[in-house]
C-alpha cells in the first residue's frame, strides 16, 4: 500500500489474539475435582481418562499424557531408537520443538524441503534424502498449521526404506487425512495441548502410539524410570514429563469442545478466503479430496507478482510501501497498530543460526546454495520463499464476525 498512515489506524479496544486458549467451564469442574479429592500430582482419575478418551477419539492403541508435546516428541525419539550421530530426516517449515528433541538425543536433523500443496514436507525431497542418506532409519514429519501432509506417500516412502515414521501432530490434533485422524500414521506420534493450540490444557502433550510396550517404556521413562523395586531403584534414565492431574482436568474438560473449536476455526478460514477472493493472495492450501485440516491457524501468502520490496535480517524486517502490493511485514505492522496479532510464517529450520550449518535437502539442486538468493527473491527454496511471501492472520475462535470484518478490510487496504 502507498497511501495509509500507520498512525491512522484506529486499534481494537480489545486485543484480537492469534489464538487464545477458549474455557468453557466443564475445564473447572474437573480441576476441582482433583483438587476436593486431593489428586494434585502426577496420578488420578483426570488422566486415565483423559488418556482413553484421546486414544478413542484418535483411534490409536494408547495414549499417554505428558507434561508437553516437546516431552512427547522427546520420548518419541528415543522410543524410534535414536542414537547419538544418527540423521535424522525432519520437517524443515516448523516449530523448533518438532527438531530440538532431536537434538537432545545428539543425532543430527537432516531439514527435508516443503512442498506448496500443504506447505509440509516434499516427499520427493524425502525420496532424494534417501539417495543421500541411505542409512537414515527414522523421519520426524509435522503436520503444518493443522493441515495433513501428505501421507500416503510419505508413509510408502519410510516403508520402502525401513524407516520409522514420526509424527508431530501437535498442531493438527482432530485434523484427517482419507478419514484417519493425524497422530495414528506415524509408529510413534504427538499432539499438544499447549496455550495456543486448537484445545488446550494450559500445557500439556501426549504420545500416541498402538504399541503397549511402548506405551509403558513412555509411561515409565516420564515418571524418571523407577524399576519395580522395594527402593528407588534405576537402571535407565528417567525424565519428569508426566502430565498432572490438575492439567488433565483442564483438557478432560476441553476434549468435548474439539469439534466445536475446529468448526469454529473452519469458518474463521471460510471468512478470510472469501474476503480475499479478488487480492493477489491465496490461503494456506490443503487437499480437499483427501483431507480435513482443524483449520488452527488460517494463513497468507501473497503472490509473487503482487510482492513489495522487503528483506530481513537474523532480527530485523525492511520493506518499500508500493501502490497495489504489499509484504507480510507491511501487514503484521499494520495489525499490530490494530491491536490484533498475526505472526510471521515459521522460520525454516535451515535458515535458523542454531540449525543452518545442517544438511538440508530440496527436490532439485543444493538448497543451500539457492538459500543465499532469498533476499533477492529469486532461485529460493519452498520453506524460505512461503516465509518471505506468507504470514499467520488472526485466527482465534473468539474473534467475532465484525471483528473478522475489519482485519480483512484492513489487509485489502495494504493492497489499494
Ligand atoms: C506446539 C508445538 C510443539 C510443542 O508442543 P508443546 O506442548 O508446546 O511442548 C511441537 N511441534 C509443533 C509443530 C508445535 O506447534
Known amino acids: 500500500m502507498a497511501f495509509l498512515s500507520l498512525e491512522k489506524i484506529k486499534p481494537f479496544k480489545k486485543k484480537i489474539y492469534l489464538s487464545s486458549p477458549t474455557m468453557h467451564g466443564e475445564e473447572l469442574m474437573y480441576m476441582n475435582e482433583a483438587y476436593s479429592t486431593n489428586w494434585m500430582s502426577t496420578v488420578g482419575a483426570n488422566i486415565n481418562e483423559v488418556e482413553h478418551l484421546v486414544a478413542q477419539q484418535v483411534g490409536c492403541g494408547y495414549a499417554v499424557a505428558l507434561s508437553c508435546g516437546t516431552a512427547a516428541l522427546h520420548l518419541a525419539v528415543k522410543l524410534a531408537g535414536v542414537k547419538s550421530g544418527d540423521h535424522v530426516f525432519c520437517t524443515d517449515m516448523t516449530f523448533a520443538a518438532t527438531v530440538n528433541p532431536i537434538r537432545y538425543e545428539k543425532a543430527i536433523p537432516v531439514f527435508i524441503d ?50 520409522i515414521l514420526l509424527e508431530d501432530a501437535a498442531e493438527s490434533f482432530g485434523a484427517s487425512y482419507k478419514g484417519r485422524q493425524t497422530g495414528t500414521f506415524g509408529k510413534y506420534n504427538v499432539i499438544s495441548f499447549n496455550g495456543n493450540k486448537i484445545i488446550t490444557g494450559s500445557s500439556g502433550g501426549m504420545l500416541l502410539t498402538d504399541d503397549p510396550a511402548a506405551a509403558n517404556k513412555a509411561r515409565k521413562w516420564s515418571t524418571q524410570s523407577r524399576e519395580n523395586a522395594a527402593w528407588y531403584e534405576h537402571e535407565e534414565i528417567g ?30 478460514y471460510e471468512r478470510y478466503r472469501a474476503g480475499f477472493a479478488d487480492l493477489p493472495v491465496s490461503m494456506n492450501p490443503f487437499d480437499p479430496e483427501t483431507m480435513e485440516p482443524n483449520y488452527w491457524l488460517s494463513c497468507l501468502l501473497i503472490d509473487r507478482e503482487a510482492m513489495c520490496r522487503q528483506v ?7 520493506y518499500l510501501p508500493e501502490t497495489g502490493k504489499s509484504c507480510p511485514t507491511e501487514i503484521l505492522e499494520v495489525l499490530a497498530k490494530a491491536n490484533a496479532e498475526g505472526r510471521p510464517i515459521w522460520k525454516p529450520m535451515h535458515m535458523q543460526p542454531t540449525y543452518r550449518s545442517h544438511a538440508f535437502i530440496t527436490r532439485n539442486g543444493d538448497g543451500r546454495a539457492q538459500t543465499n538468493a532469498y533476499i533477492a527473491g529469486e532461485c529460493m527454496d ?20 465484525d471483528e473478522q470484518m475489519r482485519i480483512i478490510e484492513l489487509v485489502r487496504q495494504c493492497f489499494a
Open 312 to 318: 530481513r535480517s537474523d532480527r530485523d524486517a525492511l
Open 239 to 268: 525424565y519428569n514429563y508426566r502430565m498432572s492431574n490438575v492439567i488433565a482436568g483442564v483438557v478432560r474438560g476441553q476434549l468435548p469442545h474439539l469439534a466445536e473449536h475446529i468448526a469454529q476455526k473452519k469458518a474463521i
Open 382 to 401: 519452498v520453506g524460505a520463499d512461503i516465509f518471505a511471501r506468507g504470514l499467520c492472520l488472526p485466527s482465534d475462535n473468539k474473534m467475532t464476525q
Open 114 to 163: 516443503t512442498e506448496y500443496d500443504t506447505w509440509n514436507m516434499d516427499p520427493a525431497a524425502l525420496e532424494k534424502a534417501f539417495t543421500l542418506y541411505p542409512d537414515t532409519k527414522v523421519v520426524m514429519l509435522a503436520n503444518l498449521y493443522g493441515t495433513p501432509a501428505k501421507l500416503d506417500e510419505i508413509c510408502a516412502i519410510c516403508e520402502k526404506h525401513g524407516a
